[in-house]
């Protein structure tokens, strides 16, 4: 029933091949490379059954539809392609494997119409193929089946992948799955990394990656892959910020690849910039140390080998905790002691032991010391044992014990960091937020139509008015700001906001006011609001004489120690920003740092994905450099942080709410122990494009919000009440207790497996979700117990569970449904499912199916109930499939 829809192209038990007849000069050199391989496999061990057929041949097409091949393999001359797959699809093979390279996109873009027309999953063309070494099966252009290991490698270069096989090769890495991916295949990066995430064999992925093509199914099937088993990831083309023309300062020192980073880290991966370092990395998060900080303590026998661990550890921002010089005399049991005690102190979280071969010492008695209280699976513990020819035999041997080795201080750190950044990241993961708040309601409708009045008159920059209305709307804080359109108003309005005041230029083509001279601050008196205001308009005109000006606003210094000197009475200025920009392919990014107008200079940038809940904006605040100004600092009191969280939530409503928007600065922010307040703004909209309802509402974000206005309460049959609602990663533990309580009969009629709990990949698997491909409700009673003390406490229970998954057409979803068996006949499985095939129905799916179990009498019965169409199975004659049109 979980049998994954790539099984075909992954684990097929049945092959038909293209590649000329078996007789004849192979018709490509792919076709003969491509021949030496299969002849390989089928030496080595693959137990699958290989057809040969060759354009012309039709007397087998009938034989060979009957018995429903798996995998089409073609590797022939460009003008024959299409033919091929034509006849793989006629003879109705399930998936297709067309190796090839520079085929031009019009032949590309013909081949993927014949797969979908057959229903073909198609890899290819222009890639150079797969490999599955746990099957013994070679269907690859790269020469040599891999050894047969625990990783996988997915990449988007043949060169590359090329290089990277025989790098592993030479350092015994193996691999249960090696995958090319071209710019043409139609089976892309998603769907591989879903089926890897669920592939017994595979215990980390590795990605190479130059680009994506749709934000939303990436982020969807990387943060599945990486809640399921360690992801790392190497990202090609890197590009400089601001490389395209900003309207604010946000985007101006926001680059793509600092987009990427974000986006990675928010997915639960980690990233790396070398291809050894892959592997490197793999072997660490594989050793499944227990999550960890960032302190590195260093045990060494030799100073500067650990200078330069500690130089290279400040670089990656890591920090150096105890370090422990043994000295050139010391021995084996120094070792041992210094390890025992850095694994110990509560201050650090990772052990870095690093060994300088010396003449009086055997490097491999010290190993074999320390390989006796070493304990894969607790604090992270990393080697170096410096050196070759003496040193070798030891790196060896404590690899064979679990412990990454490293031949250099600088790579250990990178390990470290790779383990430090994936517990870091998979917190991020974990994180489901809703689209709003749990602060007061904003006002949305209110700014859907001051951003709809703006694009309207064909503009798309906001004046700063509009810009803090809007912001008003989410709840932020703003100064209170009037527009002047003389100098005698901005007189009358400074005595009624209450001096000082600060004067500010309001056109909707001014970017940056303080390069036109057209800020200024601290004014005390009317004749200074007079004079500065008319020299403010000479200055402007001067600097800019085509710019649209209203006016100029008047607003009130803040009472936060805002002047011209950058201080005051409650100390120095502490001047932050939030921004938004708009990434393609990502959508939008909220950002923030250090504000002022030396923001551009500073380019502090920390980002985040919208979005945003307490953590994840805590989390935000923290990567920023503008972290430390926060703290108290030499009298001053410490910065309410609380205040800026709350603003980066109101942010991230607007984001969700409004997908309009393309840029914006809310700059500064004035931040003391007493608050934080928005002092000027400047928001940048664009028409969108977008459909209506639910389905469509948050189309713009490359993460769905948690759906939590579907929460819904029901009565229960029989007395009490339950509540449906979407699943969440935190009802991982509530999940597998419910599995755990079913019949064995129940189980059965689920999962089609005696299993008596969810194994980790597949409880990961179904508890986070995208909320936009898959959906999964539980059903779920509060139960109270009055303890021995005679207090009661409530625990919730889930008692059902209903879900779908999107299938590969897009048009049609899979569903399943279970209830627990003490709730039989209560109404749960009615609700529940009526509740999906709702949900599938909004999302615009036209078709809902179920296979059933042949002998499970009431689903069928329910199933029928709820108008769907019940017939046999057409490769099981166990199952039965329920179809309901939506």
């Not at 003391?672 to 400047?682: L, N, Q, S, Y």
């Not at 779920?780 to 003390?789: N, P, W």
């Not at 999302?843 to 199933?863: P, R, Y």
Request: glycine letters at 8%; one cysteine or more.
């Amino acid at each position: 029933m979980d049998r994954h829809y790539l099984n075909s192209l992954f684990d097929p038990q049945s092959l038909v091949v293209f590649a000329g007849a078996p007789d004849a000069e192979p018709p490509t050199p792919l076709a003969h490379t491509l021949r030496r391989a299969l002849a390989a496999s089928v030496s080595a061990g693959y137990a699958g059954t290989v057809h040969w057929l060759h354009i012309g041949m039709s007397g087998r097409l009938g034989d060979l539809a009957s018995a429903r091949i798996d995998l089409a393999l073609i590797a022939l001359p460009h003008e024959q392609l299409a033919d091929a797959l034509e006849i793989a699809g006629r003879v109705r093979c399930r998936s297709a494997l067309v190796l090839s390279s520079q085929l031009p996109v019009a032949l590309c873009t013909e081949l993927h119409q014949i797969a979908r027309r057959h229903g073909l999953h198609l890899l290819g063309p222009n890639t150079l193929g797969l490999q599955r070494p746990t099957l013994h099966l070679d269907l690859s252009a790269f020469g040599t089946l891999a050894a047969r290991g625990p990783l996988a490698l997915v990449s988007q270069s043949g060169a590359l992948t090329a290089s990277m096989l025989d790098w592993a090769q030479a350092h015994g890495v193996g691999f249960s799955t090696v995958v090319s991916l071209g710019p043409n295949t139609a089976i892309g990066l998603p769907q591989v990394l879903d089926f890897l995430a669920t592939d017994g064999a595979t215990q980390s992925i590795l990605v190479y990656m130059e680009g994506i093509r749709q934000a939303r199914s990436f982020m969807s099937a990387l943060r599945a892959a990486a809640y399921a088993k360690p992801v790392v990831v190497m990202k090609a083309g890197r590009r400089a910020p601001g490389s395209q023309v900003a309207l604010t300062h946000s985007a101006a020192i926001v680059g793509t690849d600092d987009v990427f980073d974000a986006a990675l880290r928010r997915a639960g991966v980690v990233r790396v910039r070398q291809f050894t370092q892959l592997f490197s990395a793999a072997q660490c998060l594989a050793s499944r140390f227990r999550p960890v900080g960032r302190r590195l303590a260093i045990v060494t026998n030799g100073g500067g080998p650990a200078v330069l661990a500690a130089d290279w550890a400040d670089t990656l921002e890591l920090e150096v905790g105890d370090v422990r010089d043994l000295g050139e005399e010391a021995d084996a049991q120094d070792y041992v002691q210094a390890l025992g005690a850095a694994v110990a102190d509560r201050n650090t979280n990772g052990v870095l032991l690093i060994h300088s071969p010396k003449a009086e010492r055997d490097p491999m008695a010290i190993a074999e010391a320390v390989a006796g209280v070493y304990a894969p699976g607790g604090k992270p513990v990393v080697g170096c044992w410096l050196g070759e020819a003496s040193t070798r035999a030891a790196r060896e041997m404590l690899a064979a014990r679990n412990m990454p080795m490293f031949r250099t201080p600088e790579s250990a750190v990178d390990a470290f960091h790779s383990i430090a950044s994936f517990y870091r990241n998979q917190q991020l993961l974990q994180q489901t937020p809703p689209p709003l708040s749990d602060l007061a309601e904003p006002d949305t409708e209110g700014a859907r139509l001051l951003v709809e009045g703006v694009l309207t008159e064909r503009r798309s920059v906001l004046t700063e008015m509009e810009s803090k209305a809007l912001l008003a709307a989410f709840r932020i804080p703003v100064t209170r700001t009037m527009l002047a359109r003389s100098a005698n108003e901005a007189m009358l309005i400074a005595s009624q906001l209450g001096y000082p005041v600060a004067l500010k230029i309001d056109s909707p083509d001014i970017a940056h006011k303080s390069d036109v001279h057209g800020v200024v601050l601290g004014l005390t008196s009317a004749a200074q609001v007079r004079d500065r205001y008319d020299e403010m308009l000479l200055a402007v005109r001067r600097a800019q004489p085509e710019a649209r000006i209203h006016g100029i606003t008047v607003q009130p210094m803040a009472g936060r120690g805002e002047d011209a000197a950058g201080g005051g009475a409650n100390g120095p200025v502490r001047e932050v920003y939030v921004g938004m920009t708009t990434d393609d392919p990502f959508g939008p990014v909220i950002t923030f740092g250090a504000g002022g107008t030396m923001i551009e200079l500073i380019a502090d940038r920390a980002m985040e994905l919208p979005p945003l809940n307490k953590f994840l904006a805590r989390s935000l605040i923290e990567r920023s450099r503008a972290a430390e100004m926060l703290a108290a600092w030499r009298g001053t009191p410490a910065a309410d942080v609380d205040a800026l969280e709350r603003i980066l939530l109101r942010v991230s409503e607007m984001v969700c709410a409004l997908p309009q928007l393309r840029e914006m600065d809310i700059n500064p922010i004035i931040v003391d122990e007493h608050g934080a307040v928005a002092v000027d703004a400047r928001i940048v909209v664009a028409h969108t494009a977008g459909g209506s309802g639910a389905a469509s509402r948050y189309h713009h974000l490359a993460i769905l919000p948690y759906p939590a206005r579907q929460e819904q309460n029901w009565p229960l049959k029989g007395g009490g009440h339950y509540t449906i609602r979407p699943i969440r990663p935190d009802d991982a533990d509530m999940l597998q207790a419910f599995v755990r309580a079913l019949s064995p009969e129940s189980r059965w009629y689920r999962f089609a497996s005696h299993m008596q709990e969810l194994p980790a990949r597949m409880l990961a698997r179904y508890t986070l979700i995208d909320y936009d491909r898959e959906m999964g409700l539980v059903a779920i009673v509060e139960e109270h117990q009055r303890g021995a003390d005679g207090r009661e406490t409530t625990t919730e229970r889930i008692v059902g569970v209903s879900r779908y998954i999107t299938n590969p057409d897009a048009t049609s979803c899979e569903f399943s449904l279970v209830v627990a068996d003490d709730m039989a006949g209560r109404g749960l499985g009615t609700r529940l499912m009526l509740a999906i095939i709702d949900e599938a129905r909004t999302k615009g799916l036209t078709q809902i199916i179920g296979l059933i179990l042949s002998d499970n009498a009431k689903m069928l019965e329910l199933m029928r109930s709820l108008g769907f169409k019940v017939g046999a199975a057409p490769d099981d004659p166990d199952f039965k499939v329920a179809v309901k049109d939506l």
